[in-house]
């Protein structure tokens, strides 16, 4: 399993792992629909020209119509004019012509790469939208829901969670520094951008799942976790932390991890 190769959607960014043997090869992103070249390494799916999606979808339609199946995908069809390209061992074309069916398989599907497992019962964490702080997860109180003034509990608040939008998840650790009770370390996770906050009002560590990448916070953002942190922690404990603080308040700083 360690040498599945980590692609991400051109069109919607979800990641995923792939098996190398499809390196080189159209696949259909499991999300968005989207279909792209595999790279040969970890990596963006490759757009392919223009014609070849054109054909793509002249022969799904010509399938559809001659055939009927409506339970199939037009696009795990066949296609055999790819297939009568000459394609001889080792000699990779990029746009060879894929072995079965394009739909990724079950297993491959969304995989993201290295992000929290579980939320840790020392850590923090926060949910924002573009424009706001959505929910905040601490051991004791479980995930609560912003509405508006307070947090309120999301399991008794579910109607509060919003079903879609461009969501950050922002893994936030603690320490001691100099005796003082500090953040330590940001993680910033993009969420698919539909159904993964609503996750929290259920089991507390769905939401994981539905992290997509690891992603940096627009300008707004930065000003959502702010008006967050000012509301529920000491000055002291976010703005002595100096590289935060710098990331809070510097709009060119877009790292994922600081
Ligand atoms: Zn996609």
Redesign the pocket.
Known sequence: MNDLIAVR?H????GMKIKPEYAGKLRK?P????IFVVPHKDGVGIAPPQELLEKIRQQSAAQTSAESKPQESPISAPMPQFQQEPQEEGASSPYAAPSDSIVVPEEETIHPVDHPKRLDPQFRYVILNSEKMIAYWQMSTGWQVNDGTRLVSAKRNSQLLPKQGDFRFIEMQFGEVDGEFRITKLRIFQLASQYSVSKIAGDEGEVLTTITRAAGLTRSQKGALLQGLKAHFMRSVWADSPAIYEYLFNEDFHSSEI
């Open positions: 959607c069109a919607c960014n979800v992103c999300k968005c629909g989207e």
